[in-house]
């Protein structure tokens, strides 16, 4: 099948793709260009995974604050060379990230960052409601296992979902733009000021 230099370009434009790698993907997919986003997407995360070793000493700090100026957030986003750092690209990522953890308010990057004595405080809470439901001991622990995983997905950057893409999590939005901009980037840390209401 030959694949149109007009449907690479919409391919590229949907997805930040290279050229070369939007006309590879609808050359597997035969020209559908649905299958070819979501097999860009995939391989993408594929590379990203292979990239998530490399050293990032680059990067940028972002400053967000919400209009009202009662809510702000600074972050710390590393790359691997200044040139990265002053894409477009980047500059849209940090400001996505800065947003989400205003509107989402996570406690900590990855779930193994969240303070022990606030795990802790949760389950606690999560045993004490189980048995005051009425529900025997014996199985309060396992109904915990699952009121915690709910509680990381909410409160560890990485796992919450996209606030402009509920599909996908932040994780996955990472690997997207890493594969997007062929170097490593991580998170590497965020504060988020809330004035009280």
């Known amino acids: ?17 290279g050229m070369m790698n939007c006309k590879k993907a609808l050359e597997t997919c035969n020209g559908d ?28 700090i972002y400053s967000y604050i919400h209009p009202g100026s009662k809510l702000g957030v600074l972050v710390k986003v590393n790359c691997e060379t200044d040139f990265v750092a002053n894409t477009e690209e980047f500059k849209s990522f940090l400001k996505d990230i800065a947003m989400q953890i ?55 950057l990485l796992e919450q979902a996209f606030i402009k893409d509920s599909d996908i999590n932040i994780e996955t939005y990472l690997k997207e733009t890493i ?13 988020r000021f809330q004035l009280s209401e």
């Open 1 to 17: 099948m030959v694949i149109s230099a007009k449907l690479v370009k919409e391919l590229r434009d949907k997805t930040g793709a």
């Open 179 to 191: 594969s997007k901009l062929g170097e490593n980037i991580s998170i590497a840390k965020f504060a």
């Open 102 to 156: 205003a509107a989402m308010n996570p406690k900590a990057i990855k779930r193994e960052d969240i303070d022990s004595k606030v795990i802790d405080r949760e389950k606690a809470v999560y045993k004490e409601q189980i048995i005051l439901s009425g529900k025997p001991e014996h199985i309060a622990d396992k109904i915990i296992v699952g009121k915690m995983e709910k509680f990381y997905k909410e409160n560890s």
């Open 33 to 60: 260009i649905e299958k070819a986003i979501d097999h860009l997407r995939s391989t993408g995360i594929a590379k990203a995974e292979k990239k998530s070793g490399r050293e990032a000493k680059e990067g940028a």
